[in-house]
């Protein structure tokens, strides 16, 4: 069985940055593709980021525009988002997700439970 735990969310104002954790456990590879989605009350899903299991590669939502960086630490299972420059529409339900069922920017064999970011104006 493969736990998917995030980290790091909380309020914040405009401007300021938080960094999620994802800590994978269970039957899990370190070489698993790796994704970061979120959903905010009211809307569907968004991709926002994606990163290789060697972490060579990435993909971000158009919408990150530089201030957001996924990066993932294999020893650990870990898996991190730093965001920066946080705007209140970056207010949402942030979910960590393993192994893409195709497309990257679509379904995930496992996801986490969620952590809240709120970012105030």
């Known amino acids: 069985q493969v736990q998917l735990v995030e980290s790091g969310g909380g309020l914040v104002q405009a401007g300021a940055s938080l960094r999620l954790s994802c800590a994978a456990s269970?039957?899990?590879?370190?070489?698993?593709?790796m994704g970061w989605f979120r959903q905010a009350p009211g809307k569907e899903r968004e991709f926002v980021a994606y990163?290789?299991?060697?972490?060579?590669?990435?993909q971000y939502g158009d919408f990150v525009e530089g201030r957001f960086t996924i990066s993932r630490d294999n020893d650990k299972n870990m898996v991190y988002l730093q965001m920066n420059y946080l705007k209140p529409d970056d207010t949402a339900v942030y979910y960590c997700?393993?192994?893409?069922?195709?497309?990257?920017?679509?379904?995930?064999?496992?996801w986490g439970q969620g952590t809240q970011v709120t970012v105030s104006s």
């Open positions: 990163i290789s299991g060697s972490g060579s590669s990435t």
């Open positions: 269970g039957w899990v590879r370190n070489y698993w593709d």
């Open positions: 997700a393993g192994v893409p069922k195709g497309d990257v920017r679509g379904e995930y064999f496992y």
